[in-house]
Every structure is written in structure tokens, then in C-alpha cells.
T-cell receptor
Framework: GAGVSQTPSNKVTEKGKYVELRCDPI?????LYWYRQSLGQGPEFLIY????????DSGLPNDRFFAVRPEGSVSTLKIQRTERGDSAVYLC?????????????FGSGTRLTVV | DAKTTQPNSMESNEEEPVHLPCNHS???????IHWYRQLPSQGPEYVIH???SNVNNRMASLAIAEDRKSSTLILHRATLRDAAVYYC??????????FGDGTTLTVKP
């Protein structure tokens, strides 16, 4: 597709359950980013992939959060034992590369609600 | 991480120019200044970016101070569709960027 696709667009889950959020970046974009956004705040960095490897995972809040990008394209953000505080919009962005001269293209996000 | 500072909110009248300021006093020599805007229920959308020189595109202009410690996004004629949250960020070669809370632009008809 022409843009970054995120599925599902909305996810409601019970506290303690496991969830997976998927991101399909723009074809050819080697860099992929996950951000999390709470209401009224700017996006908060979670993890950055360059190709298949996580180049920077310093934003992952704890070990319940994990992300993969096995073939250097689609990425999955995985959250174990979800908590109510995990409720937020999870945004994925891709970029032609990791260099500062390249802009991000964001998806529309997955709204996660933990009840 | 390099941080930016923006006013929480600004107002403009429709069809008038809007100047959105951003301070980034800790910018380093290789950091690019990027601007994004976000409409409700959408992800941020790229607007413009630059390094040292002023930049123009079909959406906006970016004016960068000579010392690079501040920049201004210029919307030449605001429309109601320009009402959004505008984020100024520093993009580094290290990959990640830090977003602040942005400036909420209200456009009055």
C-alpha cells in the first residue's frame, strides 16, 4: 500500500491478557519505529528497528513489552500481562532510513484499551 | 535527548499567516529540525524539515535561526483544515526522536 498500515485499529482486552499489534511499513523503508501516545500528550518513543534488528529499545517501559521485525518489513509489538496503564494509542512509523534527513511516515495507530 | 519547547496553544484567523515558534537550544550540529502535525484520530503527518537553510514546500515554510537554536513554521494562509497539533522535533542520526506536547493551533473562521 501507499502508507503505513496498522492493525487492528482498535483493540479492547482484559487486564492480564496478551496482545499483538501489527505494523506494515511502506515498502522499501528500512527504518521502523514504535511510539505510544496518551491522550493530550505527544508520542513517546518505544523502539526503533533498522532492518531486522532493534537498534534502540530504550523506550520499552518494562519486560512485558517486546517487538520483532523478523524479515525487515512487518513488525509486531507484543504486550504480555496487560495492565490498565498500557491503554494508549500505539503508533508505528517508517522511514527510508535511520538518518536524520529522512522524514517519518506514521500510521493511524492502534487504540488499545485495557479493561 | 535533544528537547524542543513550543507554546501550548495558538490561535489564528482564517486566511491569515501563522507563525509557530520552536526553541531547541541544545541542538547539535547534525540534528535536523522536523515539523509534523496531527489531526484528531490520526497519526502525525510530515510537514517540513531542514538543517540550516530556510525551506519551502507546498504546505509551509520553515525559517531557521542563524544559530539554529530556534525555528519557526510558517503557514502562509491558514485554513480551517490547518487546525491541528503541531510538533517540532529534532531528528538525529541515532534514530529516535523526542516529541513534546506540541502546539495546538486553532483557526477561527
Amino acid at each position: 500500500g501507499a502508507g503505513v498500515s496498522q492493525t487492528p485499529s482498535n483493540k479492547v482486552t482484559e487486564k492480564g491478557k496478551y496482545v499483538e499489534l501489527r505494523c506494515d511499513p511502506i515498502s522499501g523503508h528500512t527504518a521502523l519505529y514504535w511510539y505510544r501516545q496518551s491522550l493530550g500528550q505527544g508520542p513517546e518513543f518505544l523502539i526503533y528497528f533498522q532492518g531486522t534488528g532493534a537498534a534502540d529499545d530504550s523506550g520499552l517501559p518494562n519486560d512485558r513489552f517486546f517487538a520483532v521485525r523478523p524479515e525487515g518489513s512487518v513488525s509486531t509489538l507484543k504486550i504480555q500481562r496487560t495492565e490498565r496503564g498500557d491503554s494508549a494509542v500505539y503508533l508505528c512509523a517508517s522511514s527510508l532510513g535511520g538518518f536524520a534527513n529522512y522524514g517519518y511516515t506514521f500510521g493511524s495507530g492502534t487504540r488499545l484499551t485495557v479493561v | 535527548d535533544a528537547k524542543t519547547t513550543q507554546p501550548n496553544s495558538m490561535e489564528s484567523n482564517e486566511e491569515e499567516p501563522v507563525h509557530l515558534p520552536c526553541n531547541h537550544s541544545t541542538i547539535s550540529g547534525t540534528d535536523y529540525i522536523h515539523w509534523y502535525r496531527q489531526l484528531p484520530s490520526q497519526g502525525p503527518e510530515y510537514v517540513i524539515h531542514g538543517l540550516t537553510s530556510n525551506v519551502n514546500n507546498r504546505m509551509a515554510s520553515l525559517a531557521i535561526a542563524e544559530d539554529r537554536k530556534s525555528s519557526t513554521l510558517i503557514l502562509h494562509r491558514a485554513t480551517l483544515r490547518d487546525a491541528a497539533v503541531y510538533y517540532c522535533i529534532l531528528r538525529t542520526n541515532a534514530g529516535k526522536s523526542t516529541f513534546g506536547d506540541g502546539t495546538t493551533l486553532t483557526v477561527k473562521p
